[in-house]
């Protein structure tokens, strides 16, 4: 148990239309990451956010946003969704140390888009 | 741009083998390598974090090496178990903080 969870646990979708995915970080973690993992494939970076503000971007298109909530949650939000959006959907939290911390990952969002 | 790659991708072994899986990443200007597991269907555990002025870590029967010049980590599992059958990830960490991860190696250990 690593102190965060995510909801749903799975969900489907059809294209075209948008999504929330939700995560609750440990307490006290002010730096919160979400990774895509399609399957096969290790994680990919989608944004970072420390302190309520973007801090990081990887190379995703503006249809994937986000936001950080004072509570220590946090959500994904895709719009627009294609079927290449399919994939396991991560959130680590951490407390910025200058990159000594370990990232605490949640158990993921299971994404399927027909 | 870091890139990081397992090998192998794929690995089967009978019970009570000591195995070693591989990871290299490209740029050597990290913060550290982590190793992760992750169970199918699952999130990610974290087993060891290898700080960039370290060269290994341990935790019971894992071990996880770092030679950064070389661009390269490993990790080494005694006695291997069938409860350690998973995915087995690397991720470099650099100045962005972001992680960059590997395909994984996916272990299966035989009873």
């Known amino acids: 148990e690593t102190g965060v969870t995510q909801s749903p646990t799975h969900l489907i979708k059809t294209r075209g239309q948008q999504v929330t995915l939700r995560c609750s970080s440990q307490s006290g973690h002010n730096t919160v990451s979400w990774y895509q993992q399609a399957l096969g494939q290790g994680p990919q970076f989608i944004f970072q956010y420390y302190r309520e503000e973007e801090n990081g971007r990887g190379n995703f298109p503006p249809r994937f946003s986000g936001l950080q909530f004072p509570n220590y949650s946090s959500e994904l939000n895709v719009n627009a969704l294609e079927l290449d959006d399919s994939a396991l959907y991560l959130c680590?939290?951490?407390?910025?140390?200058?990159?000594?911390?370990?990232?605490?990952f949640g158990p993921g969002t299971r994404l399927l888009v027909l | 741009k870091q890139e990081v790659t397992q090998i192998p991708a794929a690995l089967s072994v009978p019970e009570g083998e000591n195995l070693v899986l591989n990871c290299s990443f490209t740029?050597?200007?990290?913060?550290?390598l982590q190793w992760f597991r992750q169970d199918p269907g699952k999130g990610l555990t974290s087993l060891l974090l290898?700080?960039?002025?370290?060269r290994e870590q341990t935790s019971g029967r894992l071990n996880a090496s770092l030679d950064k010049s070389s661009g390269r980590s490993t990790l080494y599992i005694a006695a291997s178990q069938p409860g350690d059958s998973a995915t087995y990830l690397c991720a470099a960490q650099g100045g962005s903080e972001k992680l960059v991860f590997g395909k994984g190696t996916k272990l299966t250990v035989n009873p």
């Open positions: 290898i700080q960039s002025s370290q």
């Open positions: 740029d050597s200007a990290i913060y550290n």
């Open positions: 680590a939290s951490s407390t910025r140390t200058g990159g000594l911390e370990t990232q605490y």
